[in-house]
C-alpha cells in the first residue's frame, strides 16, 4: 500500500499588490500670451469678410485658446457666424459689442446684410495659452514670472492660476519681492490674474471650499466717514448675515476730495485692508480749475481720491494719513450652496421666495472643472439664455444681468433685483466630457485587458486608459482592474481634462522547478494564485509569465499530479523564481521522490515502484514552502 505523506513548511499569505493613487486637488497656472490688433474691414453690399485663426504663435509650448472681436462701433447691418461655436456680447441698444470665438473656430464671418458698402472697425484680441498643474497637498508658494517686454511676434504676457472651487484650500496671498502695490493684479480666493510684468509669489494654504452652484446676495448698503489720519474696522459679528447664508466679504468704496493752491501737494493715501483684497481701482486725480480766459487764474488744485475694492473674509479696515475726512460705502456679500440636482446634461437650481429675500441683488452663480461647458440656461419663464457673455435683459422695469463664460465653465444670472424676482427651477444645460485617465505600465507602454468601477459614476475601460463619465463637480474614487485583479484604486481630487497616468506594476516572472539533485523538472504544471497565469515547464525546468501583476503571491507546483509543491512568490519587478521539488528522477512521466528512494531502499526495486505508482495514480508528496 502506497502512503501519502504530506509535509508543511509553511503557508504563504495572499497579498495583492493593490495601489492607492491620490490625484491631488491641483492648481492650474496657466502663461497667456495675448495679441491685440485694430483694423478696419470694408465688407461691400450685400458681402462678407472673414477673420481667421492666426497662424503665427508666441512660442514653444503655447495652445491657441480663442479670439476676442470687439466692434468699434454699432454696425445694425451685420451678422456674425462661425464654423465653431460662438459666444457675444450686446449693448445697451441690443447691438453685437463683441464675439468670443474660442480655439474650435478657424474663422468667423461678418456678413453685411444692407445695401451699401460699409466699414467696420474692430479690435482683435488673440489669446495663447501654456497651462501646467500643481498638486497641492499642503501650505504651498508658487512663483510667478510674468515676462518682460514683448513676446515673440508682438505678444503680450499675462497669467492666471485657478483653484477648483470644491478643492479645499485658498490663496492666501500674493507677494512681490520689489514690493509692487497690490494694483498689479486681480484676485479671490479661488483665482488669481496678473497682467503686470514681473516675479510674483502666490501663498496657498487650507481654505474653506465653494459649493460648485451657489446663491450670491448683496446685503444693504452701508456707510460711514473716517476723520483725518483715522481708521475705521467692520467686523463680521457687526454684518446682520441671513440665517443659512456665509459672509462671503464686501464691496468697499472709499473716497474723498480736498483743495489746495497749485504748489501745495496733498500728502498721503487710503488703504483697504483686509484677509484678500481685490483692488478694481486705484484713482489720484489733480484738476486744475481756471476760467475760460484770464478772469480767474489757475491756481486751484482739486484732489480727488478714491479706491473700489473687494475684500474677501470676515473684516475689513480702512486707513488715511490724509488730511481730510474719507468717506465709506461697504456692501457686504454673502453666500450659500444652491438647491442643486445634478443630471447626465443639466443641473436643475430650485430658488425659492426665501432665497431671494433680505437682498439688493441675489444670483445665481455656477462655475464647474475643466471637462464641463454650460451651454445654456432656461429660465422658470422658459426664457432661454445662449451664447450670450456679460448681457443685460430687460427684466421688470430694469435689467437682468446675465452671462456665460466664452469657455462656458461660469455663468451667472440674476435671479432678483429689487422688488423683481423670479423664483422657481432654473436649467443649466451642461455637456460633459469623460475623464480619462491613462493606464501605463512601468516602461511606459499602454496597459490593456482593464477593467473598471467608480463609487459614484459610470465607469469603463479600454486599451490604456479608464474613462470616467462625470456629470458632477465632486471627487470620486474608481477601481482599476488589470486581467480581472484588482490593481489600483485611484481617489480622484481635482477634474481635470489631463490627468497624470496610473502606472501598474506588470512585470515578466520566470519560475524554474527544480528536482532535489537541482536538476530540471519539465512538464511540471505552474499556476500563480491570485492571478490568471499558467503553464508548463519546458526542458529547462522553466515557464515564463510576461505580463504579471506586481504584488505577493503563492506559486503551485503540480507534476505529474503526485507531487505538488507551493511556495510565495514575490513580484516587484522583473523576477526569476526557483521552486525546489523531493524529485530525484522522473520514470515515465513519473516523479520519484526521495521518500520512493527511501522504500526502495527497504527492498522494492525502483522498477517495481514505478509499475506500482503507474498502477494506483496516488500522489506521494504534498510540500507547500515559504
Known amino acids: 500500500m502506497t502512503k501519502t505523506f504530506l509535509i508543511t513548511l509553511g503557508l504563504a499569505a495572499l497579498l495583492l499588490a493593490t495601489t492607492t493613487v491620490v490625484i491631488p486637488p491641483t492648481a492650474k497656472l496657466e502663461q497667456i500670451a495675448y495679441k491685440v490688433e485694430e483694423t478696419t474691414i470694408k465688407i461691400q453690399g450685400a458681402g462678407f469678410a472673414t477673420l481667421a485663426k492666426p497662424y503665427v504663435t508666441p512660442g514653444e509650448g503655447y495652445v491657441y485658446a480663442g479670439m476676442k472681436i470687439e466692434f468699434l462701433g454699432a454696425y445694425p447691418s451685420v451678422q456674425i457666424g462661425a464654423d465653431g461655436q460662438l459666444s457675444k456680447t450686446f449693448d445697451q441698444n441690443g ?14 464671418t461678418l456678413v453685411n446684410t444692407a445695401k451699401d458698402q460699409i466699414e467696420v472697425k474692430v479690435r482683435v484680441t488673440y489669446t495663447y495659452v501654456k497651462a501646467s498643474y500643481v498638486p497641492l497637498n499642503g501650505d504651498t508658494t508658487i ?3 510674468v515676462p518682460d517686454g514683448k513676446l515673440a511676434q508682438g505678444f503680450n504676457a499675462m497669467a492666471r492660476l485657478t483653484i477648483e472651487p470644491y478643492a479645499p484650500f485658498a490663496i492666501k496671498a500674493v507677494e512681490r519681492p520689489d514690493g509692487t502695490p497690490a494694483t498689479v493684479y486681480r484676485v479671490e480666493p479661488k483665482v488669481v ?3 503686470t510684468p514681473g516675479k510674483y509669489k502666490i501663498m496657498i494654504a487650507q481654505g474653506q471650499p465653494f459649493p460648485a452652484a451657489m446663491l450670491v446676495k448683496s446685503l444693504s448698503k452701508q456707510t460711514a466717514t473716517v476723520a483725518a489720519n483715522g481708521e475705521f474696522a467692520v467686523t463680521g459679528a457687526e454684518v446682520g448675515v441671513p440665517q443659512g447664508w456665509r459672509l462671503l466679504g464686501y464691496v468697499v468704496f472709499a473716497y474723498t476730495g480736498d483743495a489746495n493752491l497749485i504748489g501745495k501737494d496733498i500728502t498721503g493715501d487710503i488703504a483697504i485692508q483686509g484677509g484678500l483684497v481685490d483692488t478694481v481701482t486705484d484713482v489720484n486725480q489733480n484738476i486744475i480749475v481756471r476760467s475760460v480766459s484770464y478772469l480767474i487764474p489757475p491756481v486751484w488744485n482739486f484732489n480727488i481720491r478714491y479706491k473700489i475694492a473687494i475684500v474677501y473674509g470676515e473684516q475689513f479696515k480702512i486707513t488715511t494719513s490724509l488730511p481730510s475726512t474719507v ?3 461697504y456692501i457686504p456679500i454673502v453666500y450659500r450652496e444652491a438647491q442643486v440636482k445634478w443630471l447626465p446634461d443639466r443641473a436643475l437650481v430650485n430658488i425659492t421666495d426665501v432665497d431671494v429675500a433680505d437682498g439688493q441683488w441675489t444670483a445665481v452663480v455656477m462655475q464647474l472643472p475643466e471637462l464641463a461647458r454650460i451651454v445654456a440656461i432656461r429660465t422658470p419663464g422658459n426664457a432661454m439664455i445662449s451664447n450670450a457673455t456679460d448681457v443685460k435683459l430687460v427684466w421688470g422695469g430694469g435689467v437682468r444681468a446675465a452671462s456665460i463664460s466664452p469657455d462656458g465653465r461660469q455663468a451667472y444670472l440674476l435671479v432678483q433685483m429689487g422688488d423683481t424676482k423670479e423664483t422657481g427651477t432654473y436649467t443649466f444645460m451642461i455637456s460633459w466630457r469623460p475623464m480619462r485617465i491613462p493606464v ?26 479608464v474613462e470616467v463619465k462625470i456629470y458632477r463637480p465632486e471627487p470620486f474614487t474608481v477601481d482599476i482592474s488589470y486581467k480581472g485583479v484588482k490593481a489600483a484604486q485611484v481617489v480622484v481630487n481635482s477634474l481635470v481634462a489631463n490627468p497624470q497616468p496610473v502606472t501598474l506594476g506588470i512585470y515578466q516572472v520566470k519560475v524554474v522547478v527544480v528536482g532535489a539533485l537541482n536538476q530540471p523538472i519539465a ?4 499556476s500563480i494564485d491570485g492571478f490568471p497565469a499558467s503553464g508548463k515547464t519546458d526542458g529547462t525546468g522553466a515557464v515564463k509569465f510576461p505580463d ?7 506559486v503551485n507546483i503540480d507534476v505529474g499530479g503526485r507531487v505538488k509543491v507551493s511556495d510565495t512568490l514575490e513580484v516587484n519587478g522583473d523576477t526569476e523564481k526557483v ?5 530525484v528522477a522522473m520514470v515515465g512521466g513519473v516523479p520519484i521522490t526521495t521518500l520512493d528512494a527511501l522504500a526502495t531502499a527497504g527492498g522494492l526495486s525502483a522498477a517495481g515502484l514505478y509499475f506500482a505508482l503507474s498502477r494506483r495514480k496516488e500522489p506521494v508528496a504534498e510540500v507547500e514552502q515559504i
Open 440 to 465: 501605463v505600465d512601468t516602461r511606459g507602454k499602454p496597459v490593456a485587458q482593464l477593467s473598471a468601477t467608480a463609487d459614484k459614476f459610470e465607469a469603463a475601460a479600454s486599451a490604456g486608459y
Open 193 to 195: 490674474e496678473i497682467n
Open 579 to 583: 521552486v525546489k521539488t523531493p524529485i
Open 548 to 554: 504579471v501583476l506586481a504584488g505577493t503571491y503563492k
Open 327 to 329: 468717506n465709506v460705502i
Open 143 to 145: 512663483e510667478i514670472n
Open 95 to 108: 447691438f453685437v459689442s463683441a464675439v468670443y470665438a474660442g480655439p474650435d473656430v478657424s474663422k468667423i
Open 523 to 526: 512538464e511540471a504544471s505552474v
